[in-house]
T-cell receptor, first 115, second 111 residues
Framework: DAGVIQSPRHEVTEMGQEVTLRCKPI?????LFWYRQTMMRGLELLIY????????DSGMPEDRFSAKMPNASFSTLKIQPSEPRDSAVYFC?????????????FGPGTRLTVL | SQQGEEDPQALSIQEGENATMNCSYK?????LQWYRQNSGRGLVHLIL?????REKHSGRLRVTLDTSKKSSSLLITASRAADTASYFC???????????FGKGTKLSVIP
């Protein structure tokens, strides 16, 4: 398996623009997580899905952020409009519910810079 | 989910030495996981220890768990420059599928 795939790897945009980050989880995994990492706040969980259904979005910072998972192999995180404080590395991770294991597999991340 | 707190925040050692980092947490767990993050990369799962286990090994890694003290330690023996990374612990409760990560321990191994 290719692992968790994220695109783009780098995104530079201007304030006010819409940004869409994409994630393809590992085939067969039924949990998908979106994280944001900054120096100041560390690694924050934004939202996670189980079987394509959002379970907990309490980490989504504002209404400007939205996430969807239209099918088991694709998820998007959208920021509209983007602001400079959204600059961060965004990670997607997936896991498989199997007994008590909840090991997560992370993608390489998308480095977002909002000017 | 609960967050683990790693200690120290930063650790610098010479190649060949052992590195020990600690994790504390607050409530009962089902398992505790350790992850590594190389600069500019995603986290990579290293090892999982269950609440009924006290020690676990994987290659040069040794993890201990003391549930009475709500703490865990990760020992990397005979460190290499390639071990330079940030290390995170993630305690997980029963039935919990989300993980909350702390600030991690930044390990620097000097050649």
């Amino acid at each position: 398996d290719a692992g968790v795939i994220q695109s783009p790897r780098h995104e530079v945009t201007e304030m006010g623009q819409e940004v869409t980050l994409r994630c393809k989880p590992i085939s067969g995994h039924d949990y998908l997580f979106w994280y944001r990492q900054t120096m100041m706040r560390g690694l924050e969980l934004l939202i996670y899905f189980n079987n394509n259904v959002p379970i907990d979005d309490s980490g989504m910072p504002e209404d400007r952020f939205s996430a969807k998972m239209p099918n088991a192999s694709f998820s998007t995180l959208k920021i509209q409009p983007s602001e400079p404080r959204d600059s961060a590395v965004y990670f997607c991770a997936s896991s498989l519910r199997q007994s008590s294991y909840n090991e997560q597999f992370f993608g390489p991340g998308t480095r977002l810079t909002v000017l | 989910s609960q967050q683990g707190e790693e200690d120290p925040q930063a650790l610098s050692i010479q190649e060949g030495e052992n590195a020990t980092m600690n994790c504390s947490y607050k409530t009962s767990i089902n398992n505790l996981q350790w992850y590594r993050q190389n600069s500019g990369r995603g986290l990579v799962h290293l090892i999982l220890i269950r609440s009924n286990e006290r020690e676990k090994h994987s290659g040069r890694l040794r993890v201990t768990l003391d549930t009475s003290k709500k703490s865990s330690s990760l020992l990397i023996t005979a460190s290499r420059a390639a071990d330079t990374a940030s290390y995170f612990c993630a305690p997980s409760g029963a039935g919990s599928y989300q993980l909350t990560f702390g600030k991690g321990t930044k390990l620097s191994v000097i050649p």
